[in-house]
């Protein structure tokens, strides 16, 4: 079945630490990918996005995240974090059907230690 | 701007009541989706439509009905039938087809009471 994974639940970096999370996906051809964040009581907000060509993509707020075929990953990376990327990160995909159904992992919940 | 709109932000309801959340894009978008969150379980889709006057169950489509008379709209009604209701539901829109994200409301929260 189609799926996306991301496997940490919670993450705790310091402040001016880098970040790396984890998204890998399970399809039959490579969908179009998607990283989003939410902070608390609010609606999600595009952070980048993977559709074709460069397999590492720049987005908002100081985020990349890169594509790896081989691994079915799509990782989110960001070199400094700072107190307010405390948040919720989603990774989805849009898997390249008539379907058209975005499919969302089950999100990793980002804490910044001071 | 354009942009997606939920209301009401905050929603209380009694047991056994339907309730109906609102849902209005003005990006000329196709497709439209709500998903419900719950702490530690990301989002689940509960129903989406791809254009007008059609819509597909999602995932957890049990106790919820929709509509989408117009292309701007897509309330969502949550039933007496649905057994744990309290939850933040978010909705969300997107040109439709391929290689297109999805924009999202601010969400409602609704607590049954």
């Known amino acids: 079945a189609q799926s996306v994974t991301q496997p940490d639940i919670h993450i705790t970096v310091s402040e001016g630490a880098s970040l790396e999370l984890r998204c890998n996906y399970s399809y039959g051809a490579t969908p179009y990918l998607f990283w989003y964040v939410q902070s608390p009581g609010q609606g999600l907000q595009l952070l980048l996005k993977?559709?074709?060509?460069?397999?590492l993509v720049q987005g908002i707020k100081g985020f990349e995240a890169e594509f790896k075929r081989s691994q079915s990953s799509f990782n989110l990376r960001k070199p400094s974090v700072h107190w307010s990327d405390a948040a919720e990160y989603f990774c989805?995909?849009?898997?390249?059907?008539?379907?058209?159904?975005?499919?969302f992992g089950k999100g990793t919940r980002l804490h910044i230690l001071p | 701007d354009g942009g997606i709109t939920q209301s009401p932000k905050y929603l209380f309801r009694k047991e056994g009541q339907n309730v109906t959340l609102s849902c209005e894009q003005n990006l000329n978008h196709d497709a439209m989706y709500w998903y419900r969150q719950d702490p530690g379980q990301g989002l689940r889709l509960i129903y989406y439509s791809q254009i007008v006057n059609d819509f597909q169950k999602g995932d957890i489509a049990e106790g919820y009905s929709v509509s989408r008379e117009k292309k701007e709209s897509f309330p969502l009604t949550v039933t007496s039938a649905q057994k744990n209701p309290t939850a933040f539901y978010l909705c969300a829109s997107s040109r439709g087809g391929l290689s297109t994200e999805a924009f999202f409301g601010q969400g409602t929260r609704l607590t049954v009471v």
């Open positions: 993977y559709f074709s060509g460069d397999t």
């Open positions: 989805a995909a849009n898997p390249m059907n008539r379907d058209d159904k975005i499919i």
